[in-house]
């Protein structure tokens, strides 16, 4: 490893990094984050640049996005493929703004749903049972 100040046990680098062992091990088997080498039967040791990267991956995945994409934006991270990063994090926007239109649909749904059977009167069955064993309201309404 490059970070020159490796004084991290693999516990004390997740605990740094607001991770558990496990995320740790799994990045490393993902790619997302190199393995130190183990000097002659000691333990590895990992140092802050270790820890930045593992927040990287974390603020990325909070942003939504995959794994995958994340490896493709830590080739990235020397900060001189800009142009690249901006394209995947447009693809990440479009992606996120179909899936609130997708959210705007189903809420839209739900609200009628919702309000027939505060509505109903009389010995009717469930609406949103009803509807939902029809399927065909659900799709007419959710496809506006």
Do not use: W
């Amino acid at each position: 490893m490059e970070n020159g100040n490796e004084s991290l046990t693999i516990g004390a680098f997740a605990k740094a990094a607001g991770v558990n062992v496990e995320t740790i091990r799994f990045y490393q088997r993902k790619g997302l984050l190199l393995e130190p080498e183990r000097p002659h039967g000691s333990i590895r040791r990992y140092g802050a640049a270790d820890v930045t990267r593992v927040r990287f991956v974390k603020s990325a995945q909070r942003l939504g996005f995959s794994l995958d994409e994340i490896a493709d934006l830590l080739k990235l991270e020397d900060g001189t493929h800009c142009d690249e990063a901006s394209s995947l994090a447009e693809h990440k926007l479009r992606d996120v703004q179909e899936k609130l239109a997708d959210l705007g649909r189903m809420e839209a749904v739900l609200t009628q749903l919702v309000c027939a059977c505060h509505s109903r009167k009389g010995n009717v069955s469930c609406p949103p049972i009803a509807s939902l064993q029809r399927g065909e309201e659900l799709r007419d309404t959710a496809s506006r």
